[in-house]
């Protein structure tokens, strides 16, 4: 199995059941993660920090992939992401585009609209308190 099938292995057992523990099996230590609402991260340790405030928010996030496709170091995976929102469910489609060094990403650029998420929190205002409290909360 190559790096690429190895790693949407392990990116799969990750979403299945993700935790911040397990990002070191995915990401290099100077790892570089640019996605919607947050802002560009910089290293292994500031993504750890980052998706411990997200997962303490929404403890029940996973995501189930779709399909992928790999070229030279570039890795493309095509997965949903969901979860519940006080109660509610919300699921969202999202395309993560990877620079591959060895068996892990120096790289991840992460594609989906964030105005579902954005939607059903602006609609779940007893949502409100628990995202401003978690760290998560960003003035977009």
């Avoid at 750890?48 to 996973?62: C, G, Q, S, T, V």
């Avoid at 609209?113 to 954005?118: A, K, R, S, T, Y």
């Amino acid at each position: 199995m190559d790096d690429a099938a190895q790693f949407v292995q392990r990116f799969t057992e990750f979403w299945a059941r993700p935790s911040v523990q397990d990002l070191s099996t995915l990401l290099t230590p100077d790892v570089v993660l640019i996605q919607p609402l947050t802002p560009r991260l910089e290293g292994l340790a500031a993504a750890e920090a980052d998706f411990a405030k997200l997962f303490n928010w929404l403890p029940d996030m996973h995501g189930m992939i779709d399909g992928w496709s790999a070229r030279d170091s570039t890795l493309f995976i095509e997965f949903r992401l969901a979860c519940t929102l006080k109660g509610q469910y919300i699921e969202w489609p999202a395309v993560d585009r990877m620079t591959l060094r060895g068996d892990k990403a120096s790289e991840r650029i992460s594609y989906f609209d964030p105005l579902p998420i954005v939607l059903k929190l602006g609609k779940t205002p007893r949502a409100w308190p628990s995202w401003w409290r978690s760290g998560v909360a960003r003035f977009w």
